[in-house]
């Protein structure tokens, strides 16, 4: 079982890299979320998973929901409260709290801003 969810992870990382360079940013945004929030990927790999997303939070449109930016938060934290922090996330903790916090503002407003 942990070899197929570990194959599965890998396929579904690859997945998220190809629509990534098909510009399919809103999928691969969901893609990169889910693999987050299932826990289909092994924790010491969620530095370089939320490391991925910072092009995504910092393009033009608005690619993360609220909710999947809260999500996103959510493990920055959960990695945050580790004793022994991954390799890599001190130095980017602040531009990647910072890219969180203006997609979550501009999330905020584009649904706001949507009819009902």
């Known amino acids: 079982m942990l070899v197929s969810d570990r194959l599965t992870f890998l396929g579904k990382y690859r997945e998220f890299h190809k629509m990534y360079e098909e510009k399919e940013f809103k999928e691969a945004s969901a893609l990169l979320v889910s693999l987050l929030a299932s826990r289909l990927a092994p924790k010491y790999f969620w530095v370089t998973l939320l490391f991925d997303a910072l092009p995504l939070l910092e393009s033009e449109e608005v690619v993360f929901s609220s909710r999947q930016t809260f999500q996103l938060m ?37 649904e706001g801003s949507q009819e009902p």
């Open 74 to 110: 959510y493990c920055l934290e959960e990695l945050q409260q580790k004793t022994d922090k991954p390799p890599g996330l001190k130095e980017k903790e602040d531009l990647l709290r910072l890219a969180l916090t203006r997609n979550l503002a501009r999330a905020f407003i584009s």
